[in-house]
C-alpha cells in the first residue's frame, strides 16, 4: 500500500529553520508533483507551496522568499525548507503528491494522489 510518511516538524524559535519531509512508501516510480499545505486550529487549510511537474513553484503570499519546495525523485521523497520562521508559521504542515507508481504511469501522464498526515510545527520563543 502506498502511503506518504511526514518528518521534520517540531518546536522552532522565530528566525528558525526547518526542513520538512514526505517520503513515500511502497511501490513508487517517481513524485509527478508535490503540494504543501498548512492547517492552523480554527483556521482552513491553506496552500503554503506547489511543485509543478515541469519544475514550476508556487508560493503562498506570506512564505515568499522564505520557503522552498524540492523533490528528489530517487529518494521518493519532497521537501518543504522552512527558513525565518515567525510564529504565525505554527501549524500542521501536510504534503500532497501525485505519484507515479509504474514507469508506464510516466510515461502515460497517469498519477494517484496521497496525503500525508500531517506534521506539527511550533513556533514559539
Known amino acids: 500500500q502506498v502511503q506518504l510518511v511526514e518528518s521534520g516538524g517540531g518546536l522552532v524559535q522565530p528566525g528558525g529553520s526547518l526542513r520538512l519531509s514526505c517520503t513515500a512508501s511502497g511501490l513508487v516510480f517517481g513524485i509527478y508533483a508535490l503540494d504543501w499545505y498548512c492547517q492552523a486550529p480554527g483556521k482552513q487549510r491553506e496552500l503554503v507551496a506547489a511543485?509543478?511537474?515541469?519544475?514550476?513553484?508556487n508560493y503562498g503570499d506570506s512564505v515568499k522568499g522564505r520557503f522552498t519546495i524540492s523533490k528528489d525523485n530517487a529518494k521518493k521523497t519532497g521537501y518543504l525548507q522552512m527558513n525565518n520562521l515567525k510564529p504565525e508559521d505554527t501549524a500542521v504542515y501536510l504534503c500532497?503528491?501525485?505519484?507515479?507508481?509504474?514507469?508506464?504511469?510516466?510515461?502515460?501522464?497517469?498519477?494517484?494522489?496521497?496525503w500525508g498526515q500531517g506534521t506539527q510545527v511550533t513556533v514559539s520563543a
Open positions: 511543485l509543478a511537474p515541469r519544475g514550476t513553484t
Open positions: 500532497r503528491a501525485k505519484l507515479h507508481l509504474t514507469y508506464a504511469d510516466q510515461v502515460n501522464d497517469r498519477y494517484f494522489e496521497r
